[in-house]
């Protein structure tokens, strides 16, 4: 199965700043926005549902994440994700721990079985997560998987034929999965990052966001999403291993993660991320 470069496609991003609808944890806003910028996006966090179904039709890639959900967002969120399935427009949706909450739990795997064309695109999630929403398991503790990825990755390959989408779980090895209706199952695994990532809020949240930005940038391209999103995991993952060598604790591993985010040349992203096809 042929491949598109990690390099071609952080330079794609950087050229053609594609614009990402975030309906996000309010944990997590200021950093999810700081990441896109950095790495050559640009945010929106437009939740209100008498917006966000506009917003979602315009908007190169959407992210849905179900942290911390109020009331008004979850209308934006069904809102944005019809929007997005009638435009074609990429979304991926982050299941923050999907498991141990019914509300959250009942939203993200609602969308999965939902109408032609509103399934998410791509799923972002740590192991415990994708096995929780696989129905396998009952979640992390709290927002940390107490789950391998390896182990997980059974319940990836159910999401991603469930789906007909891409699905990503992170940890120290990050996996991602596509199992289309024709062809062959494709598994790719990314090892880069530092431990350091796991201490600093948002990491994994933000890497939803700029994974639905390198869906957006790569469809308007015809590349596949498989590759975007290894992509975006290639990048956030480089960006953590040159912030881990310089960073004293989380609070300077943070600054010297966006800087890497921003500052990383494609070729140095693909050079500091070990992708294998298995």
Not at 255 to 278: F, G
Request: net charge negative.
């Amino acid at each position: 199965m042929s491949t598109v470069p990690v390099t071609r496609l952080v330079a794609l991003v950087r050229e053609t700043t594609p614009l990402v609808h975030c309906l996000t944890n309010s944990v997590v806003r200021e950093i999810t926005a700081d990441v896109l910028l950095a790495a050559g996006a640009a945010p929106a966090m437009i939740d209100h549902p008498d917006e966000a179904g506009d917003f979602a039709g315009v908007a190169s890639g959407v992210l849905v994440n179900v942290g911390n959900p109020t009331a008004e967002q979850v209308e934006g969120m069904h809102a944005a994700v019809a929007a997005a399935g009638a435009a074609g427009t990429p979304w991926v949706l982050d299941p923050v721990a999907v498991g141990g909450l019914a509300l959250r739990t009942q939203l993200a795997t609602g969308w999965l079985d939902g109408a032609p064309g509103t399934a998410p695109t791509a799923i972002r999630a740590n192991a415990s997560e994708a096995v929780a929403l696989a129905g396998t398991g009952a979640g992390g503790r709290g927002v940390d998987s107490t789950d391998d990825v390896a182990a997980a990755e059974p319940a990836a390959r159910e999401l991603a034929r469930r789906t007909g989408g891409v699905v990503a779980v992170s940890g120290p090895r990050d996996l991602v999965v596509t199992a289309p209706d024709s062809g062959a199952t494709r598994t790719t695994w990314i090892e880069s990052g530092h431990p350091l990532l796991q201490k600093v809020i948002g990491t994994g949240c933000s890497l939803g966001a700029l994974t639905a930005a390198y869906l957006g940038a790569a469809r308007a391209e015809g590349i596949d999403d498989h590759d975007a999103v290894v992509a975006a995991h290639a990048h956030v993952g480089a960006a953590g291993t040159v912030a881990g060598r310089a960073a004293s604790g989380p609070g300077s591993f943070a600054v010297a993660w966006l800087d890497a985010l921003h500052a990383l040349t494609p070729a140095e992203i693909a050079d500091l991320a070990a992708v294998t096809d298995a």
